[in-house]
């Protein structure tokens, strides 16, 4: 059985930065493409970032260039740099597993979901 846990949610000043991270347990985190997507209130469930098995990398146009997905196997730990953070970042964040071997956007390509970790961006 494979547990995502998030961490790393506060509250930060527009501009302002937060890493997230997410330890997976149960299964070896080299083995799956890992995703970040986000949820605001009264919204669907949107992409964020993802990034393969192999370590390539796919982000939504809206965090482009401002957030960053990495992953370190040996602490099977996926992490998101999120920088120059917007009020409109805000939103319930949550981490993904992926059997895929590509990069998916999909949250339906995802079997494993985290709790999610709230993230809130004050103007």
């Known amino acids: 059985q494979v547990q995502l846990v998030e961490s790393g949610g506060g509250l930060v000043q527009a501009g302002g930065s937060l890493r997230l991270s997410c330890l997976v347990s149960?299964?070896?985190?080299?083995?799956?493409?890992m995703g970040w997507f986000r949820q605001a209130p009264g919204k669907e469930r949107d992409f964020v970032a993802t990034?393969?098995?192999?370590?390539?990398?796919y982000y939504s146009e809206s965090v482009q260039g401002r957030f960053t997905i990495s992953r370190d196997n040996a602490k099977n730990t996926v992490y998101l740099q999120m920088n120059s953070l917007k009020p409109e970042d805000t939103a319930v964040y949550y981490c993904?597993?992926?059997?895929?071997?590509?990069?998916?956007?999909?949250?339906?390509?995802?079997?494993?979901w985290g709790q999610g970790t709230q993230v809130t961006v004050s103007s």
């Open positions: 993904a597993a992926s059997g895929s071997r590509l990069r998916p956007s999909a949250a339906n390509a995802y079997g494993y």
């Open positions: 149960g299964r070896t985190l080299s083995n799956y493409a």
């Open positions: 990034m393969s098995w192999s370590g390539g990398t």
